[in-house]
């Protein structure tokens, strides 16, 4: 039974000593296939159940919302309320089950792993609709394995790129699959015209020297949404599809993630890149909110979701650059287009504003001259970008103020000048450009600023400012850990799941980035590199990001709700409009949150606020 459940989360991370406490508690129990183990709304559980052979079936309201198999574990949401299960649980065959005590599995769902596995087996049933009180969901994208409409087309590595045009000719596909060093690769249309045509090259070049290798997969049991949020952000339009031998069975495309929907992130981009006036981009940039809440409804991953609006609003401001630029005329100096804060992240939710500035090298030109076009030319873009539905920055941290545009070498020296004696505005500054991406320009502003970066890592004051910034804000999670609501104002009696949960765990993330000398700038990027570079301890850099993952979902979703019902979305949340699954989620997840700014605060020395 040890070996058993130290293959299985929670019990995957814990001492010998404490899952041989495990094993001493558990008992085996044998259910016949169509046995309720679970009743919904019956008696709560008394134990966590852990499925050792067999299969049981997750019904809510008579419907089957999900199959658990052998290592999977269920009854913990009743188990730590106390309260009666909120779906069915029944044998689908003949299985076996280990049921560890009450007081024992609550010690392992205390712990920081047992909290990641709890909110993370929330988010899975939240996503599966398993919280029928909550808003329901759309009906799922079908497994991309469903899509395939073609096996597999080849070619050998030997063949000329003439031969392998020909081929996508005759058998009508625009890609091939390559097999290649134990691997495959993959040449596609575009890649006979960019990498052949284009370069002028042999039409007898062979095609393993055009194609692209290794290529990513998908499992054919992907849902379309992850695909088309994957392969938008990669800025791909093929993926091979494998099947669980990992034999590649087929490649699905960007059309066939078309066929899904008419509201598709490729199809927004591409109208927003064929816009040729203001007015077309503003209107393709309109279509945003319906695209999101397709996403949405498909279930897909939520943090991806939040890096496809990104993506979107990058390529609405590339747009609106380029027809500034036509009617502006040339710019006198080159220049670089900063995207700063969640949208440097790529982490933008359907609520969201604007966050850039601008870096430029002026060369022996005139300050005036150089100011006065960027400021005709930012103004066009941060008017344009608010008409599509992107407003403009309350604290006017936007290219558009002139204190937004400077020449490189003074953000750099603005930049370490913020990091060697911050202050309290200081850090609070240096926070908010530390994330930084750049969107457009001829300029290569990013190398020199990532050196400034780079240097705080050393920086003790600096770092000890970033982690009180960490602390300024608390989880929404009061005695007992009862969800603490605001109390007055516009949004009395709801959470803020942004400022008391998402906001938190980006800060955090952040500072543990500058202690490890981490340069990746998303929070889940950066959980995951300052755990490798062992400033913070795995388990809990897996349970902040599963929160993160769990306050996005929560957050989609309501403000989703609210652009169907035809109200501007925020990040307030009713809790009662809430099923128990998420309210649950939320307390384990802010619990998360505190947890984990305790132990910032013990480790750099620094009070909360």
């Known amino acids: 039974m040890a070996t058993f459940l130290s293959r299985h989360p929670p019990f995957d991370t814990l001492s010998a000593e404490a899952l041989a406490s495990v094993v001493k508690a558990a008992q085996i129990e044998h259910f016949p296939a169509g046995t309720v183990i679970l009743q919904e709304q019956g008696e709560p559980a008394r134990f966590l159940y852990v499925v050792r052979k067999g299969a049981v079936e997750l019904l809510a309201e008579g419907r089957l919302y999900d199959l658990l198999d052998e290592g999977e574990a269920f009854g913990q949401f009743s188990l730590l309320d106390r309260e009666s299960p909120t779906a069915t649980v029944r044998a689908h065959e003949d299985t076996l089950c280990y049921l560890i005590d009450a007081e024992v599995a609550d010690r392992v769902l205390g712990t920081a792993a047992g909290q990641t596995f709890v909110i993370g087996t929330l988010r899975e049933r939240l996503a599966a609709g398993y919280d029928v009180a909550s808003e329901p969901p759309g009906a799922p994208y079908r497994p991309v394995g469903g899509l395939l409409r073609r096996d597999v087309i080849s070619a050998e590595p030997g063949m000329s790129v003439a031969e392998a045009a020909e081929r996508m000719a005759a058998e009508r596909v625009s890609s091939l699959l390559v097999p290649m060093r ?5 040449v596609t249309d575009r890649d006979l015209r960019t990498r052949v045509l284009a370069q002028h090259r042999s039409a007898d070049t062979p095609v393993e020297e055009i194609a692209t290798f290794p290529v990513k997969t998908l499992a054919e049991d992907a849902l379309a949404g992850e695909a088309l949020l994957a392969m938008f952000a990669e800025g791909v339009h093929h993926f091979p599809v494998t099947q669980a031998d990992g034999s590649v069975i087929g490649v ?19 109208a927003i890149e064929r816009s040729r006036t203001p007015e077309a981009v503003i209107a393709a940039g309109r279509e945003l909110p319906d695209v999101v809440c397709a996403l949405v409804a498909a279930s897909s991953e939520p943090v991806g979701v939040g890096r496809v609006v990104a ?4 390529a609405l401001t590339r747009q609106l650059l380029i027809l500034g630029i036509e ?37 022996d030109r005139s300050p005036e001259d150089i100011d ?14 608010d008409q599509a539905g992107i407003p403009r920055c309350a604290g006017d941290v936007m290219a558009s103020n002139p204190d937004l545009r400077r020449p ?4 750099v020296e603005t930049l370490r000048g913020w990091i060697l004696a911050p202050g309290r505005s200081g850090s609070v500054q240096s926070s908010i450009l530390y994330d930084f991406r750049q969107v457009a320009g001829p300029l290569d502003a990013e190398p020199e600023l990532e050196r400034v970066i780079g240097e705080a890592r050393d920086n003790e004051v600096f770092v000890r400012h970033l982690g009180r910034r960490a602390l300024d804000d608390r989880p929404p999670t009061g005695f007992l850990r009862d969800l603490v609501v605001q109390r007055k104002g516009e949004h009395v009696g709801r959470l803020d799941v942004k400022r008391g949960g998402i906001v938190i765990v980006g800060n955090l993330a952040r500072v543990h980035a500058v202690r490890a000398g981490v340069s990746a700038k998303g929070t889940l990027d950066r959980l995951k590199g300052a755990a490798a570079a062992g400033v913070i301890e795995p388990d809990v850099a897996r349970g902040l990001a599963e929160t993160f993952r769990f306050l996005w979902d929560v957050r989609l979703r309501h403000q989703a709700a609210q652009v169907r019902a035809g109200q501007p979305p925020d990040d307030f949340v009713d809790p009662s409009t809430l099923g128990s699954v998420t309210r649950r989620g939320l307390k384990e997840a802010f619990s998360v949150i ?11 020395g620094v009070r909360r606020p």
Do not use: C, N
């Open 182 to 186: 134990d691997g495959w690769g993959i």
């Open 252 to 270: 699905v495309t960007d059309t066939d993630l078309m066929d899904v929907g008419r509201h598709t992130p490729f199809s927004i981009r591409s």
């Open 311 to 314: 993506l979107v609003v990058d």
């Open 327 to 363: 009617r502006f005329g040339e710019p006198p100096v080159p220049w670089a287009w900063l995207a700063l804060g969640s949208a440097a992240r790529h982490e933008q939710a359907l609520r969201t504003d604007q966050d850039h500035a601008l870096a430029y090298d002026p060369q």
């Open 372 to 385: 006065r076009y960027f400021a005709e030319l930012t103004a066009f873009v941060v008017d344009g970008l």
């Open 408 to 411: 490189i070498e003074k953000w």
């Open 594 to 604: 505190a947890r984990a700014q305790r132990s910032v605060a013990l480790e750099l």
